[in-house]
Nanobody, 122 residues
Framework: QVQLVESGGGLVQAGGSLRLSCAAS???????MGWFRQAPGKEREYVGA????????YYADSVKGRFTISRVNAKNTVYLQMNSLKPEDTAVYYC????????????????WGQGTQVTVSS
């Protein structure tokens, strides 16, 4: 069993930055981890993912060049650094994990966090 707890959300002005953290507990060795978001009235959207061993990262086109995913395996923690934030980035951000990277890329990971709210004001 894997538990994921996000933190770091909040209110920020457009153009600003936030860093989200996701602390994982349980059996997470070799798991890929990633981030998704869901804006009000919209479907949940893939943001990006990172592999365990090599730290390879993958991003949605909508955030590429602005968001960066990193992880510290020794701390079982993954981060989402968000820069140049836009009002359309406003959403609940979810951390996710799975032993198979493809599930993150296709939006079907096994484990999810509870989410943290990010609000970007114009």
């Amino acid at each position: 069993q894997v538990q994921l707890v996000e933190s770091g959300g909040g209110l920020v002005q457009a153009g600003g930055s936030l860093r989200l953290s996701c602390a994982a507990s349980g059996r997470t060795f070799s798991y890929a981890m990633g981030w998704f978001r869901q804006a009000p009235g919209k479907e949940r959207e893939y943001v990006g993912a990172i592999t365990w061993a090599s730290g390879n990262t993958y991003y949605a086109d909508s955030v590429k060049g602005r968001f960066t995913i990193s992880r510290v395996n020794a701390k079982n923690t993954v981060y989402l650094q968000m820069n140049s934030l836009k009002p359309e980035d406003t959403a609940v951000y979810y951390c996710a994990a799975d032993g198979v990277l493809r599930t993150l890329l296709t939006g079907t990971p096994r484990y999810w966090g509870q989410g943290t709210q990010v609000t970007v004001s114009s």
